[in-house]
């Protein structure tokens, strides 16, 4: 029996170092929603009564993919108790479900699996030179520092709003903005702060940080510092992108949106800058109503939310580093070119094939959450779209129609909000690829 026991052991040890590190993102992040739902759906996280277990779904859901749609008001719907462990699960998506798991390891000066390590890297996009531990504590203790900072300055800006509990809005809403969450304590979202340049300020400021990435970040310090000559190409990349995208998004919305040509240029400019902001970062938050919008700006909001933030960041969308390459292989096309470079410097065959496959893994995945939508809402079709961009982006801005969802409609944009967590070909990988060692078997079989 004992013998039979330590085989068992052995085989399942076997099972779980073979299991690809995609599915093991899926599985975390499926078992966080599986608790938050639990949670929020006892009595002691709920203000009324006769929310439906689906709401409760789609809100847990929401917060582990740092979304921010939701069918129901957050704070008229749960307690201080539910409000905190929505506010938890936005922490752990964001971050990233194995790297509190890592920390408390590493905290106890124990080495990492090699599975937890295949993760790690998987969930952050980690190059293999960098070292994971101090990355890992780096990335915790960057986190809480930026949110710490985050909270004290917009408790400034809510006390002297005369916003009430500004102590909890601003911590609620430091950690959402960083996370790139897009949850708010307020129905409204920030419509009533759409003239506060210091909201716009401390919120914007979040949202890039996090957007970002936390490799950005700790490369541009170690510029900064001396530590190294200049930033990698990749980090340069981001940040071209990330900037030029948001002016030009900025600008776009500015000219083109007529419920903004009665405003003063510097308010229009403001107003303009945050919402292409909030769609680049995939924060969620707005400032002016979406289901108001031009359908030229609605457009435009959906290009930025499709490209969305860094790789490494706790934002979702295509990624814009995908989106460089993915234009980078267009000019090598036109240019008849057989290698896809970027500023003069070559980008690897795996990352161009990589950046094909994400390219079209997520367009197939946002066509099919539009039909789907457009088969089951009443909604309009501009409507549907803008839905399914926002939930496969994890963006969380709607045109409205979220609490208006039947139960279908909730399940297929649960399910939008979850692959878009994952990123669509990490979703595809997770569920139908196969691990090295079972596609070696295959080939021998069909060799002999």
């Known amino acids: 029996m004992e013998k039979g026991l330590r085989k068992q052991i052995f085989v399942s ?21 599986l608790i938050g739902w639990v949670l929020l759906c006892m009595p002691f996280s709920v203000k009324v009564p006769g929310v439906s277990p689906l709401d409760h779904l789609f809100t847990a859901t929401s917060a582990v993919s740092t979304t921010g749609l939701t069918t129901v008001s957050v704070s008229d719907t749960y307690t201080l108790i539910g409000q905190l462990i929505v506010l938890s699960l936005i922490q ?48 915790i203790v960057f986190t809480f520092v930026i949110e710490l900072i985050g909270a004290l300055s917009l408790y400034g800006v809510f006390r002297a709003a005369g916003q009430a509990d500004a102590v909890w809005s601003s911590v609620f809403h430091s950690i959402s903005s960083f996370c790139t969450a897009g949850f708010s304590l307020y129905n409204s979202s920030f419509e009533t702060y759409k003239d506060n340049f210091w909201l716009h300020l401390v919120v914007g400021g979040l949202s890039y940080i996090g957007a970002i990435g936390f490799i950005v970040c700790l490369d541009c310090w170690n510029t900064v510092s001396g530590r190294v000559g200049a930033i990698t190409l990749t980090s340069k990349i981001i940040l071209w992108t990330t900037c030029s995208m948001t002016v030009v998004g900025t600008l776009l919305i500015a000219v083109g949106e007529p419920s903004l040509g009665d ?26 109503g979406i289901g108001g919008l031009s359908k030229a700006t609605v457009l435009v909001l959906i290009v930025l939310m499709v490209i ?53 893994f997520y367009l197939m995945a946002l066509i099919l959450g539009t039909y789907l939508l457009d088969m089951t809402e009443a909604s309009r079709f501009d409507q549907n779209f803008f839905e399914a961009a926002s939930a496969l982006g994890t963006v969380g801005l709607s045109m409205g129609i ?47």
């Open 13 to 33: 040890r076997e099972f779980l170092r073979r299991v690809r590190p995609a599915k093991w993102v899926l599985l975390g992040y499926a078992w966080y929603i």
């Open 92 to 139: 752990l998506g964001g971050i990233g479900y194995m790297t509190f798991g890592s920390f408390i390891i590493l905290a106890g000066k124990r080495t990492l699996t090699e599975t937890r390590v295949g993760v790690s890297r998987a969930v952050f996009s980690l190059p293999e030179s960098l070292n994971l531990a101090q990355f890992i504590k780096g990335v």
């Open 263 to 288: 405003q003063p240029l510097d308010v229009r400019i403001l107003e303009a800058f945050f919402q292409a902001m909030t769609a680049m970062t995939t924060v969620g938050f707005n400032t002016v």
């Open 308 to 360: 969305g933030s860094s790789p490494s960041g706790t934002g979702g969308g295509l990624k814009c580093t995908t989106f460089s390459a993915f234009l980078g292989v267009m000019r090598s096309a036109i240019r008849g070119r057989q290698e896809v470079r970027f500023w003069d410097r070559p980008i690897p065959v795996e990352r161009v094939w990589t950046a094909v496959a994400s390219v079209g």
């Open 402 to 448: 979220t609490g208006a969802l039947t139960n279908v409609g909730k399940v297929i944009v649960i399910l939008l909000m979850f692959c878009g967590r994952l990123g669509p070909l990490t979703f595809g990988m997770a569920l139908f690829g196969r691990s090295e060692e079972s596609r070696i078997k295959r080939d021998s079989d069909l060799a002999v």
